[in-house]
């Protein structure tokens, strides 16, 4: 049940925009997204709850589509301190209150 | 803030040894997570546990033992630690709402080696 993230790497000048997607074959409750930086713990950005949301705080924003079992994860105007790896946690099926995780799509943001 | 502790960041030990890794949250979270986080293979749930004294697998179980006798303290125990669990582990813990579970705060890892 993990979910598909693509890409699995993206690299950005300053001020350039990305997208990552995060593809599950499961129906969701939920999706959450975390960026882990080097030699650090993965920190939460946001969550979405199926409906259809699309939430964003400053320049990150993602959007939920339960019906394709897909998220979206769109940072904007990218800046140096978005560098890092970015997770999706998917949580549904019979088991809820457990995250599974893709695989990480590394971000990398030069000057 | 929340604050998650992981006891060592770093530990070496011997094939064959019994190890433990401890976690301890000061948020009064229900939920309780172990990871498991190898290059190239995100994060995988080793065991996970919703109230005290229970837990339930997680996708990668073998090996591994937990503990938790305390609301705020969640152990992983490798009963004879093998070359293959060498790895990062990483705790987590969240709070509850209706089952589901809210954003996850992680600790900040313990290095594990074994030879």
């Known amino acids: 049940q993990q979910p598909v993230q693509s890409p699995q790497a993206v690299i950005l000048r300053e001020g350039e925009d990305a997208v990552i997607n995060c593809s599950s074959s499961?129906?969701?409750?939920?999706v959450h997204w975390y960026r882990q930086k080097h030699g650090e713990a993965p920190v939460f950005l946001m969550i979405?709850?199926?409906?259809?949301e699309q939430k964003g705080h400053d320049k990150i924003s993602a959007s939920f589509n339960e019906k394709k079992q897909q998220s979206s994860l769109y940072l904007t105007a990218s800046q140096l301190s978005y560098s890092g790896t970015y997770f999706c946690?998917?949580?549904?099926?019979?088991?809820?209150?457990?995250?599974?995780f893709g695989r990480g799509t590394q971000l990398t943001v030069w000057p | 803030d929340v604050k998650v502790t992981q006891s060592s960041r770093y530990l070496v030990k011997r094939t064959g040894e019994k190890v433990f890794l401890e976690c301890v949250q000061d948020?009064?979270?229900?939920?309780m997570f172990w990871y498991r986080q190898d290059p190239g293979l995100g994060l995988r749930l080793i065991y996970f546990?919703?109230?005290?004294?229970?837990?339930e697998k997680g996708d990668i179980p073998e090996g591994y033992s937990v503990s938790r006798e305390k609301k705020e303290r969640f152990s992983l125990i490798l009963e004879s630690a093998s070359t293959n669990q060498t790895s990062m582990y990483l705790c987590?813990?969240?709070?509850?709402?209706?089952?589901?579970?809210?954003?996850?705060?992680f600790g900040p890892g313990t290095r594990l080696t074994v030879t």
């Open positions: 946690g998917t949580e549904g099926g019979s088991t809820l209150g457990r995250l599974y």
């Open positions: 987590a813990s969240s709070l509850a709402v209706s089952g589901t579970s809210l954003e996850q705060y």
């Open positions: 546990s919703y109230d005290v004294k229970m837990k």
């Open positions: 979405l709850l199926k409906g259809g």
């Open positions: 499961k129906a969701l409750y939920s």
């Open positions: 948020m009064d979270h229900e939920n």
